[in-house]
């Protein structure tokens, strides 16, 4: 991808360069030093505006451009603007432009029914699809999603939970700048708690991405659904989990124990 990068430190310097959207915000810092354009005295302590509880050292750029065309590398000595510039064969979504048309229904829904029916926060959901099992946990912030088998452990702790991807919902006052430029590129902002920030953690956005986690939301909802129904509480404290299961044809919701998923597991 291309980049207009302009250094502001003791003076202003402007350049323009091509980095693979795969490579680091680390390997980026090391080529502006290089080319003269950053004093390596001045890096030390930087953060990624938006991301700041991530490592920049290892951040994919094109982690930093999934709300919008333009990002922020700063410390207390220097602030780095990166504008990623549009050509014919790539925008600020990929490769091609995302339809997150379904995802912004479903997400609404999602809202909707979890204002009718109280989900609290810390509720785990365990979603089967054939042979693909996700957990869904829905938190203060919003939806974390967990791969079965590779990340069991991770989506049962209390805090310091690294998913593979999150939704975080925010109200419209609540959005950064880039955020809001993003949501308003989508759908019109919300005043409710239900515009929604996607972090992909170390992956990339794609159509496939984003049409998988509309799926598993739509599972949720789902179960919420049938539970709000049937009378039950969907409670973090219970030992039960909430489940959709669909194997072939057939699909059940219902309740799981957390031993049944150890036997899975193995």
């Not at 990166?82 to 014919?88: D, G, V």
């Not at 989508?186 to 992909?200: D, G, L, Q, R, W």
């Not at 039950?232 to 989990?241: F, R």
């Amino acid at each position: 991808m291309k980049l207009k990068v302009k250094v502001r430190d003791t003076e202003l310097m402007m350049d323009k360069i091509t980095a693979d959207p795969d490579s680091t915000v680390g390997a980026l810092i090391r080529a502006l030093v290089e080319k003269n354009l950053v004093n390596i005295n001045f890096t030390g302590g930087l953060k990624v505006q938006g991301l700041e509880d991530e490592d920049p050292v290892s951040l994919p750029l094109h982690r930093l451009f999934e709300t919008g065309g333009r990002a922020e590398i700063y410390n207390r000595d220097m602030t780095v603007t990166l504008t990623r510039r549009r050509t014919e064969n790539d925008n600020p979504a990929g490769s091609k432009l995302l339809d997150y048309s379904k995802f912004m229904e479903t997400v609404d829904k999602f809202h909707g029914l979890a204002r009718t029916k109280t989900v609290r926060a810390g509720t785990l959901f365990y979603v089967q699809q054939q042979h693909r099992q996700y957990f869904v946990r829905v938190d203060d912030a919003g939806l974390e999603f967990f791969h079965f088998r590779n990340q069991y452990d991770e989506a049962f702790r209390e805090t310091g939970r690294q998913p593979f991807l999150a939704v975080e919902l925010k109200t419209r006052e609540a959005l950064s700048a880039g955020e809001l430029n993003w949501i308003r590129s989508v759908t019109f902002p919300s005043k409710e708690k239900k515009n929604p920030v996607i972090h992909a953690g170390r992956g990339r956005l794609s159509q496939e991405v984003i049409d998988g986690i509309n799926v598993l939301i739509h599972r949720i909802i789902v179960i919420i659904g049938r539970f709000r129904t049937h009378g039950e509480a969907l409670d973090a404290e219970t030992p039960h989990i909430p489940a959709y299961v669909q194997v072939g044809e057939e699909c059940s919701v219902g309740y799981i124990t957390k031993e049944q998923l150890e036997k899975v597991k193995k």
